[in-house]
């Protein structure tokens, strides 16, 4: 809807009406259509501006219609009529101006932006390319080189650099509309083909060849298979060698290929998937809408290894004082150093002042008496974690929030030391914890919604994906990435080596595969585990039974790599070999391979030439049907729950979805069928054996990922 009134005696001002961010939905394209129509045609209308309802202009095309028929009017010659308008338009650019949004503003002949504004094509983020004009009208108004890293990139820009590129004519700190309609009565009656960006020709750039080459590989190597950004580049090249027109039609052409895509359905899933997760449900029944969260104005921080400083950081970083707590003088004085680095180098990024005086140092608990929430990030040992939140309990106000950033340990026996376990909740971060998006929040059955609920905040607060997990081994994305290094370990026990098996993850895209990853996180931490679980026997036993522990399959290559001090990076040898201890490229070891041979030969395996589709299957599958186990036990609300873990914190490529949506448009009989297949060549492999949520799925005619609640009965699945 568009709302239009005449004010200033000649402005006629056309307000976009479609909460919560004018998306230019059907209604609202007819709504634009009608009122630009009406001031055109108003002899006492000199001038026209066009602004959003609640301080957001437009936050592009309505992403809720792209599953339907398109109905209403289009896009393109609704902004065509703008631009060639015979009366001024101005822009009134307040909160967003994405996509279709930046795409309607360009195509008025001015616009003035508030200095909050945030203006982009993002449209790349969506598997999508900007189809209403604006891969054909940016580079003309801003050059090529800087449309082409805002349409590949997809971000967002501030009024300050929008007003240095170009895209805006005047930034204001006060009210925009006013500021636009003085601004409209300012140039009513001026020329305006100058200010027809169609019109314009594209800057001339000197070696275009030479640009586009370069830009070309660069996203190429940077998209990992997604297949937007290239078409992103292919547009903008129509507009700097193509007239218009012709360059509109190109724009289209790419537009098609994408619009349909599996990729581009992937990437608007996890659109929706992540505002989704932050409606969170508990089997209890409690939820985000009626779970009130605690203010949280003072927090802590138990443990300042590298989990503690990250955790410092991102705390500090929302504007919280936070107490930060180590006992060991040494490790105090250098995490001080390391915190007050990361807080200086955030602040230069993001532009503002370094707030180090918000973090306070001391070696002492009883600093934390009057903090609302603490979050504990000592070592991985549950006798010291459980000593910890003893002396919480004794020296908190009563209500503290006392939060564990334990990856493994059950959170609901730290919570029964405690004699609050209400009070208690996981807050799992992953490393570098300022940095990595994810934050599994993870409750017992005795932590409180109103727990819960401040973790919530606090996680989005902090600008994380934070999705509510129930308490487990593993809570979510570890317990599935354990059947997935699971398998690739035994694919290398049948004749693959590690470099096949990156290589398939990669060329699926992972930014890196599993054992390029184990390199980089150290094997010492899995063998740690390992140990912990009673899984390591000493000395090199051979046969099928040696390979045979606690009744299942296991393969103990990780262990012997350890034994041979070989953990990754850190020591310069793992699956790979390193320049030095600490470097990060890593290049095949023939020493792993002979290795490998021998392994072979003394536990009597044969190899045989594995390809890419049986990697891709047994690890994705394995890992995906632990997914569905977790549904099955309710330790997930939803798929979306699951996939927006692994796309924000375990590198699932963003445009295959997650794992739960790679399975759906995989279609569920198909990876049943795999998993049925490959759990009859290996009996002794528990984690193939199919689930029985999936069974039931594929019964029920494999619904699509949106209905699985329905299957999945006691889950809470929102989508
Ligand atoms: C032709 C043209 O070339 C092409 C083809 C296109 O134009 S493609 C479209 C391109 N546009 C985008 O990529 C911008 C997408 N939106 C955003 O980046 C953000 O929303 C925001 C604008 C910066 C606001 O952030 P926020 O944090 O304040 O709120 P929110 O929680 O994110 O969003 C609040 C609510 O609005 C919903 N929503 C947001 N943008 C939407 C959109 N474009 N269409 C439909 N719904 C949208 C969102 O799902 C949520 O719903 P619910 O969960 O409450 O039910």
Redesign the pocket.
Known sequence: MAEYNRVSECVGLITLRNP??N??SAAVRQGIVDTVERALSDPNVKSVVICGQNG?FC??????EFGSKMTGPP?IPMIHAIESANKPVVAAIEG?A????L?LALGCHYRIAHSKA?LG???V??G?L???G?SQRLPRLIGVPAALNLITTGRHVTAAEALQLGIVDQVTDHNTVDAAVKFALSVAGRSLDPRRISTHPCPQQPDLDALFEEVMQKVRQSARGAIAPIACVQAVRAAATLPYAQGMERERELMATLFTSGQARALQYC??AE??VGRWRMPSGARWDTSKPRPVHKAAVIGLGTMGRGITVALAQTGLSVIAVETQEKQLMEAKQAISGMLERGAKRRGVAPALDRVIYSQNIQAVADVDLVIEAVFEDIALKTKVFQQLSAVCKPGTLLCTNTSALDVDQLASETPNPELVVGMHFFAPAHVMKLLEVVYGPRSSPQAVATAMQLGKKMGKASVAVGNCRGFVGNRMLKPYIEEAFFLLEEGATPELVDQALEEFGFSMGVFRMSDLSGLDVGWRVRKGDGLVEPGTASGRSARIRQGRRYSPLGDLLCEEGRFGQKTGRGWYQYDKPGSRVARSDPWLHSFLGAYRAQHGLVARRIDHQEVLERCLYALINEGFHILDDGIAAGPEDIDVIYVSGYGWPRHRGGPMFYANMVGLAKVLERLEHYQQLHPEVPHLQPSSLLRRLVASGSPPIHKWGEVIKKLHSQL
């Open positions: 919560p961010v998306a230019l957001i936050g592009g095309a309505d992403i809720k896009l967003s994405l996509g279709g949004g795409e945030r094509l993002p449209e983020s969506l999508l900007p189809a209403a604006g659109f929706f505002r989704a």
